[in-house]
């Protein structure tokens, strides 16, 4: 989705980028849902005794809970938690089908379970590019939670249609190393190209 952003100011650009991409994310229907859920559970299927960060969706957001949920059998799963305004995410464990409470930003989040430090992150996302840009909500959390976790093995999840030619970018973002859509998986940092 490529958009011609004109020449408004820095912060005008990304909120216009926000809203072209959560329009776009909208209208994607039942077929690509599925689609990349089933690719990135192909993506991970391997794993085993890995603690893995998924996230429990809100809105239109591609929905990861099934790969979750398959991959809970041999790894543990946790979900992200906003414990303050300026820190960066912790992240409690998840199990299918336990209680979740509401959180901050709406955010469903387990009402018990130990915290745990992720070793992947399936990263939800508002837009993207092939760089490895990722448009988020305007937080900062999970570029905090990246920067302060290089290790960790980013993953975003999102659709075909939220990709934007370039992602208004700050000092502060932290390009994603792996991007799941209903199409393909894009490795922007190991070779700049992508694997179908």
């Not at 979740?100 to 709406?106: I, K, L, R, S």
């Not at 448009?135 to 093995?153: H, I, K, N, S, V």
């Amino acid at each position: 989705m490529a958009e011609n952003m004109g020449s408004a100011s820095f912060g005008a650009l990304k909120v216009q980028a926000r809203r072209l991409c959560r329009a776009a994310r909208d209208g994607v229907g039942p077929l690509p849902r599925a689609a990349a859920a089933t690719r990135l559970w192909a993506r991970l299927r391997d794993l085993r005794g890995a603690v893995i960060a998924g996230y429990l969706p809100i809105g239109s957001e591609a929905d990861p809970t099934g790969a979750m949920r398959a991959l809970a059998a041999d790894n543990r799963i946790c979900v992200p938690v906003v414990v303050s305004k300026g820190a960066p995410l912790r992240f409690r464990e998840w199990t299918p089908g336990c209680e979740v409470e509401e959180g901050a930003f709406g955010v469903p989040i387990p009402v018990d379970g130990a915290w745990r430090v992720p070793e992947v992150a399936i990263v939800p996302l508002l837009g993207w590019d092939l760089g490895g840009g990722r448009l988020g909500y305007g937080g900062g959390f999970y570029d905090r939670t990246l920067a302060a976790r290089p290790e960790m093995r980013a993953i975003g999840l999102a659709f075909e249609a939220q990709r934007m030619e370039q992602i208004p970018r700050e000092a502060t973002d932290v390009a994603l190393a792996e991007i799941v859509t209903e199409r393909r998986v894009v490795l922007p940092l190991a070779n700049r190209g992508a694997e179908g």
